[in-house]
Nanobody, 120 residues
């Protein structure tokens, strides 16, 4: 059974930086899509960034140029480097790991999230 635990959230001022981590425990099989999402109070959950097993990355327009997604296969950890933070980045950030095949999504795991608060 796979468990995902996010860490690295906290309180920062506008323009500051944070590095989020999503560490996996248990046996990981052929995960090929990893994502970060966020949800602010009163808002719907928003997709933030993704990275594939081949190393391709994609970002929501709101974070392009400021956030960087990466992974460490040895440590089974997903990262989100967040720079030039804005108050509108305030949210609970969650990671999602998926195994996707030609038949669709075979496995789908979520973490519980870590709080990021950006003060003005």
């Amino acid at each position: 059974q796979v468990q995902l635990v996010e860490s690295g959230g906290g309180l920062v001022q506008t323009g500051g930086s944070l590095r989020l981590s999503c560490a996996a425990s248990g046996t990981i099989f052929s995960i090929n899509a990893m994502h970060w999402y966020r949800q602010a109070p009163g808002n719907q959950r928003e997709w933030v960034a993704a990275i594939t097993s081949s190393g391709y990355t994609n970002y929501a327009a709101s974070v392009k140029g400021r956030f960087t997604i990466s992974r460490d296969n040895v440590k089974n950890t997903l990262y989100l480097q967040m720079n030039s933070l804005k108050p509108e980045d305030t949210a609970v950030y969650s990671c999602r790991w998926q195994r996707v095949t030609g038949r669709g999504v075979e496995d789908d795991y979520w973490g519980q999230g870590t709080q990021v608060t950006v003060s003005s």
